[in-house]
């Protein structure tokens, strides 16, 4: 599967941005999707996952109650709804996707086998 991820962009604190990951293939909804990011200097966090039929999600703590992530299986699409953003949550955004028998969330880095390109999000104070 290829990934596509887009909707980034400056915004201010306290604003909102919704992030999509476009998937290509015709067997998406075998796949469990997450989002990552990754600040400058850091390294590559978790920041919220969805399982294949969209039943089940998880966050960070650092973003559960402002974030919020969902699935479209018709459109092959995820998203990740960001509200209230923070400038601490200034980072490029990765969009990930991992084969999954199961409806599980998967939340670490090194289970997910495919990976969309990043999206910049820069949240002004």
């Known amino acids: 599967v290829q990934l596509q991820a887009s909707g980034g962009g400056l915004v201010q604190a306290g604003g909102s941005l919704r992030l999509s990951c476009a998937a290509s293939?015709?067997?998406?909804?075998?796949?469990?999707m997450g989002w990552f990011r990754q600040a400058p200097g850091k390294e590559r966090d978790f920041v919220a996952a969805?399982?294949?039929?969209?039943?089940?999600?998880y966050y960070a703590d650092s973003v559960k109650g402002r974030f919020t992530i969902s699935r479209d299986n018709a459109k092959n699409t995820a998203y990740l709804q960001m509200n209230s953003l923070k400038p601490e949550d200034t980072a490029v955004y990765y969009c990930?996707?991992?084969?999954?028998?199961?409806?599980?969330?998967?939340?670490?880095?090194?289970?997910?086998?495919?990976w969309g390109q990043g999206t910049q999000v820069t949240v002004s104070s």
């Open positions: 969805i399982s294949r039929s969209g039943a089940a999600t």
């Open positions: 293939g015709r067997t998406y909804s075998s796949y469990a």
């Open positions: 990930a996707a991992a084969l999954k028998i199961s409806t599980v969330v998967v939340t670490t880095a090194k289970e997910y086998g495919y």
